[in-house]
Structure formats: structure tokens, C-alpha cells
């Protein structure tokens, strides 16, 4: 429980909550794919590899620019947490922070997802996703959120107050990113970062602002799909919290693999090419 407020609110408290909000990032000016386009590719596409990733682990995989990605729930509702590099570049990697500053709490349909600094360009564009009828709930929880950070043993040994836990996203991902590009393991757990928290379902308490999570939407079928706007590695964890419905880290709730599906399509919309790095020019005022 958060303490009580000490100070005597003002006399005019309630004119200064009544200020209307301004967004922070007026987006109006920002390039928006063509998503018509991109959808039309779908049609005739190839599927060229197919990943499974099993419960409570993590697995990566590449992406080639200029195809689809598709993260699909099988056997039962599951969350996963997804990190994106640039395959030819770790240091390029997904920025959860600016991408929810960019589109909301909460991404889905034509949503963008932006690289780190200084790269900032988008690195993918989703293109389908099942849940989209899910919106906003009563309690204010949606999908797919770039609020969480990801589970960790971190936070897990502070809570527990000394407990060991190995199979948090945060170490499924260590694990599966080391696996994949030979670096050594505490070398890796440096590239992993916040997470796309793939068809999990969050939101923040209205009473304390608590980020909270609730019972997972999705169901077998469902799935979430973007277009590599350039070369990506993705790792994706399928985590130990099952649907997230009660506690995560757990070795004792329910949880199911994931299924990845990437494919080509056919052809590319004309004049399409890869987004160019930032144009910022990196000289910081001198």
C-alpha cells in the first residue's frame, strides 16, 4: 500500500487536475506505411520456416527484411515477451519506451515498432493481429503491451527475498540469444531489453497507477503479425506465467508453446526499401 498523502492539497487543486492533457508526440507528421500494400503481399505467401518455442523457454530466429512474421497461439493461451534486433547489428535493437510513446500503451493493427537510439527508424509494422477486436476493457487492460519490462530473476530474488528462478523471460531470453549467436551468457543478457509482451493482456490500476495484468484474451488460432522492415533477429519467450491470469514465474501454472511462422511473399510494393537510420546528424549542439 502507498502511504497517505502528508501535504494539505491546495486551494486550487481541483482547477489543477481539471487541466486538459496534451500529447506528448503529435504524430501527424510521421511517415505511416502503406498498409493496403502490405496487406496485399499476404496473398500467395510462402511459408518458409516454422519455430517452436516451448513452454517456460525461449527460441530465436531471423526474419529477412521484406517478409512476414507471424507469432501464433496453439494449444492454449499463452503470453510471450519479444525482443527484435537488427540481424546484421545488436546494438540496433527494439525500443519499447519511444514505441509506446509513438502509438499508445498498446500496439496492434498498422502500429510500428522503433529501433533504439541512435538508430530510431521503424523496424517492423504489424499487419495482422486476431485480437483486435479485444480494444480497451473496463478495468483500462488491452493487448499486446510495450509497457512491461519483462519477468526477471532480478525483481523475482527481491520479492521472494532471496528465491532462485531460472525460466523468467528475462533468462529465457539470455539463454536463447546466446544459443543463437554464440556469445558468451552474461555477454548476451546485455542485449536483452524491454519487451513487445506479445497477446498479453495489462493495463495500470485507477487508484494507484499499479501496473496490473489479467487473463489473456487469446485463444488457439489467434496470432499477431508484422512485416520486417529490415533484417531481424527475434527472440521470443514463452513465459513461465502462462495467460498471465494469476502470478508469473511460476513453475505450476498452465503454459503452452508458441508457434512462429515466417514467410515470403511473392513480391514487394513498388519503390519499397528498407527505412534509412535517424537523420539526426549526432552533433549534440557543438
Not at 501464433?72 to 493461451?77: D, L, W
Not at 496492434?108 to 493481429?129: C, E, K, N, V
Not at 527472440?235 to 511460476?250: Q, T
Amino acid at each position: 500500500m502507498k502511504p497517505a498523502p502528508i501535504t494539505t492539497a491546495p486551494t486550487d487543486a481541483e482547477a489543477r487536475r481539471a487541466i486538459a492533457p496534451v500529447v506528448c508526440y503529435p504524430v501527424e507528421t510521421l511517415s505511416r506505411p502503406d498498409l493496403a500494400a502490405y496487406r496485399a503481399l499476404r496473398e500467395g505467401m510462402e511459408l518458409v520456416e516454422t519455430v517452436i518455442v516451448p513452454p517456460r523457454e525461449a527460441s530465436a530466429w531471423t526474419v529477412p527484411a521484406g517478409h512476414f512474421c507471424r507469432m501464433v497461439s496453439r494449444e492454449g493461451p499463452q503470453v510471450g515477451d519479444l525482443n527484435l534486433f537488427n540481424a546484421n547489428d545488436l546494438k540496433e535493437r527494439f525500443y519499447s519506451g519511444k514505441t509506446r510513446a509513438l502509438n499508445g500503451t498498446h500496439v496492434g493493427l498498422g502500429d510500428q515498432l522503433f529501433s533504439s537510439f541512435p538508430y530510431l527508424r521503424p523496424m517492423a509494422t504489424i499487419t495482422h493481429d486476431t485480437l483486435d477486436w479485444y480494444g480497451f476493457d473496463a478495468f483500462g487492460g488491452s493487448v499486446h503491451d510495450v509497457i512491461g519490462t519483462r519477468c526477471d530473476p532480478y525483481t523475482h530474488n527481491l520479492l521472494s527475498h532471496g528465491g532462485q528462478y531460472h525460466h523468467c523471460c528475462h533468462s529465457n531470453l539470455t539463454r536463447a540469444l546466446a544459443a543463437h549467436t554464440g556469445l558468451p551468457l552474461h555477454e548476451a543478457e546485455g542485449h536483452v531489453h524491454d519487451v513487445l509482451n506479445v497477446f498479453m493482456c495489462t493495463g495500470f490500476t485507477r487508484d494507484t497507477g499499479q501496473y496490473f495484468m489479467k487473463a489473456s484474451p487469446v485463444r488457439p488460432g489467434d496470432y499477431l503479425e508484422f512485416f520486417a522492415e529490415i533484417d531481424l533477429l527475434a527472440v521470443l519467450s514463452a513465459c513461465p506465467g502462462g495467460d498471465c491470469s494469476s502470478e508469473h514465474s511460476s513453475d505450476t501454472v498452465a503454459c503452452y508453446p508458441l508457434v512462429v511462422e515466417v514467410y515470403r511473399p511473392a513480391g514487394l510494393p513498388e519503390g519499397w526499401a528498407p527505412p534509412a537510420l535517424n537523420g539526426y546528424d549526432r552533433t549534440h549542439g557543438l
